[in-house]
DNA sequence: ACCTGAACACCGTTCAAGT
DNA sequence: ACCTGAACACCGTTCAAGT
């Protein structure tokens, strides 16, 4: 939705806001209070005006949700991508992942489908074309991109529901009752593994899953190179 | 939670509720409406009653969506798993996924670690069992099982979210600017397949993509087999 | 054109009171 | 012990009205 102010010669009253205004107060609530304080009323509290003030500069939350992430991939600076195919598509993919890791409420909103924000799609162009280079015909290559967006996907999500839960300070309490279940006979890798099973955890591991997938992905193309 | 349902004598007055009417109110609602109108007003609305009395079953929503996917976890037939640890650990995952496929609202709320339901403890512990049986190590074993975790909640929380969005019936109007902003010159290999997007996107390649991510994983591990 | 106020139709949850 | 009613502190969004 563009905003309706319409540089149709001097008539109407002069805005007080401006969807800049409104997205740079939005991202300032975000940083500083958290994604669940995004709402329309907050928002236009800090800008000393009304919820449906907002509405003459975004559709709905949705639209602005989208254009923060607009905002942000804009900003985020664009990497230098090796020539070799699959660093290329393993360089796509993390850029993926980097410019998402810092705004990982957005997944929710722009996983309705498997297409990005426009200011993301030199990366998806990337990873579909290395792909290609690497052997996949489009269609398949497609679908790689797929699965490594699932996979980035799934990690974010769990991620920011992880922070999200440990603000909350104390353990859910489904976790004590897993851990609980673990009968050494019932459940003998886990029963070992449990006192290790946070340390283990914790560890970021999306690269080292990133590269398995993105090899799992190419062995299908009999690793020819160069080829379109 | 366990309700205060004590057996302490016939004192006080009979409960007219139950956790099991509460559940199976609320997976008929789940059926029937879909996740968005479950809520404890409509829940309890539902059950004649008010959504207070809920709170005398379930501690809160959370653990109402956990206490459904419990019941579901119970009530899904345990496949028989092959002994190859490789067809094992893609039987497994795909178990995993199969289970949350009738449910994918779930994954938002245990998303926020990476140990399951304790009915379907079987499986993480059958994916690391295999994993491990596969070559991998006891911490590989449990990052393998991360992995295909976090592939199959980005899956389901994408397809979840692309049928809410669906159901509204109008394409998301991000797509179209996506799509129009897709000039060859700029995005040559996504103009080639922006015709057929809708075609490629719609299949359904979880299990592909799943043994793509099984095999990716398991190629570190030097195709040793039987090995604990 | 830009903005406000009141209202609609909701949420999850707490708390004191009733039987 | 079990349940209710009122209240708290919120949501996103629509609509008619004001300047």
Redesign the interface.
Known sequence: ?TPQTRRTGRTGRPPRLSQEAILTAAQRLLDEEGPEHLSMRRLAQELSSTAMALYHYV?DK??LL?LLLERHAQRFPRPALPADPRERLLAASQALHDILAECPWI??V?????????SA??I??NM??AA?QCGLG??E???AY??I???????L??RV??V??HAGLER????D???A??TPD?????A??AGR?DE??T?D?HR??L???????L??AGGARGAT
Do not use: C, Q
């Open positions: 939705m559709r949705d639209e989208l997944v929710e722009l996983a309705s489908d498997d297409l990005m924000a426009v799609l030199w998806v162009e579909i074309d290609i489009p269609d290559a497609v679908y797929r699965v967006w699932y996979y980035t996907a799934g990690e999500t769990i529901n992880r999200r839960h859910p309490p489904h976790r009752k897993a851990f279940a673990l019932e459940f003998p890798r886990l070992s593994l099973w283990i955890t560890r591991t080292e899953g590269v398995a997938i993105v090899d799992g992905l062995s299908r």
